[in-house]
């Protein structure tokens, strides 16, 4: 076994099994694209940062929880968009855990609709923005859709029934059609309602963000890793983070120098690497894994690792009532109005967007409802929780090449590597959208009677995605169709960083049926002999 690295020292090295794929992050796309290649005969090391939990370890309680299954490691922020004043540390809420971010999501799984392949070609040049077309269209990932739908158990496909509608979403919903939305259903959700898989129903327990203990809901965790493991060729290695991804003098990537859960540097090569780590984790890694042939980062010879940033432009718009709505009960966020989705220039801006129920605990609510929120009148506002509805509002935010994860050299992390810093401006596009979504949402609930609305700026929780965005040119993006690095030919990135633009779907789908759709390229591949 060797390991090149031409301008390096070469640390420790350490290998328990022959892998011909390492998989970096064990969340949406790395969990799968590591269960399906395990299940195609492939040996996977999947090193995962966080720790391995089990569903009757979550804690149902919201601080607690964030503490237990938050990527909490330092970050820093800048730019004008008020998380960088309300949570400057905190600039994205990810989850460092066993399943990755696929244990704290609520569970929507709209597809990205055809146009929204095209929002160059759609929408025309915009000033300020790096609008491109996405190198693929909706028909080649629609079988991945399917079978990433039937894989999640998702809502209303495959046979499979609805979910029951909760308090929160009957307030929305009914709202919704007085105002003329017709758009209006419990969703698409990756939650069984009724016993699937091996996995129960749901029992409406309201705690989606803090992990579910029963296992209804779809995720790597409980989904996708425990049937790879039993293939005997998955190596799940938990607190395990990566540092860098060395190269050869061929410019083909050998494996990737991690720290073990002791913090001692160990070394696991591999035929080739997938990098999975969450938008800002995998753009930080790739600007790290420097070298006197990618000086500026791995696979970055366009200068576009880190760029192009997306989050959705979100909000939320919380209403109270004179009888109580109980929000709390049911299904966090199992409900959809898809009306505003369109792309209808005549609004005042480009792209859609989705409105979703939500509610949050107390402690959640009584941070984010008014950041910094005090006093009689607050605390008065908190005292209805119960009479509380709450919905969350999910668009199509435009890239820019200006938002962008890089590294901050000022700042080290506890193995001594420089964090990432996430910059971020709002586009005055994003800004009409949002302004567009709170009037919808506050129509909503003065259509059946709200005493008061309340807009909710945008939290830390968000989606994540763009900064390695594929791209038919080398010098637009950093990957190609099939999430291969245009540089590195045995370089590929499995998670929201590689989508181009970032539509008004929630992404998880998305990046399931990408995984899948890569996991059969990366087969074809090695059979032959090109990997």
Known sequence: MTFDSPDRPI??????????????????????????????????????AGEHHQPEDFINDEW?????????DSRTTSGSWQIATDWPTLPAWTCKAVGGTTVHWAGGCPRLKDWEFRTLSTHGPIEGTSLLDWPIELSDLEPYYGKAEERMGVTRTNGIPPLPANNNYKVMANGAKRVGYTGVSTGRMAINPVPRAGRPGTIQDGFNYQGDKSRAHWSTLTAEIPPAEKTGRLDLR??????RIEHNSSGRVTGVVYADPDGHLQVQTARLVCVAGNAIETARLLLNS???????????SSGQVGRNYLRHLTGS???????????????????????????????????????????????FLASFLVPGGYGRDYAAVMEQYDHMAGMWL????????????????????????????VHFDDHPNDLAMREHAYAAGEAIYEAVGSTRTFRVPPYPNTHNMGTARMSARPEDGVVNEYGRAH?????????????TTGAAANPTLTIVALALRQADHIEEQMKAGNL
């Open 11 to 48: 640390p420790h090295r350490f290998s328990l099994t022959d892998a011909e794929v390492v998989v970096i992050g064990s969340g949406a796309g790395g969990g799968t694209l590591a269960s399906e290649l395990c299940h195609k005969g492939v040996n996977v090391v999947l090193l995962e």
């Open 238 to 243: 938990p607190g395990c983070m990566a540092i």
């Open 64 to 72: 607690p929880s964030l503490a237990q299954l938050a990527w909490l």
């Open 317 to 363: 718009v919380f209403a109270t009532f004179e009888q109580p709505v109980h929000m709390y009960r049911g299904e966090t966020m199992a409900g959809i109005i898809t009306d505003e989705s369109r792309n209808d220039p005549a609004r005042g801006f480009v792209g859609g967007y989705y409105i979703e129920p939500l509610s949050l605990g107390p402690a």
């Open 290 to 300: 420097t070298s006197s042939q990618f000086p500026d980062g791995l696979a970055n």
């Open 487 to 499: 540089d590195v030919p045995n370089l590929f990135v499995s998670d929201g960083s590689v989508m």
């Open 394 to 421: 999910v668009g199509e935010d435009v890239p820019r090449k200006t938002n962008c994860v890089t590294l901050n050299t000022d700042v080290l992390d506890q193995f001594g590597q420089p964090v990432p810093n």
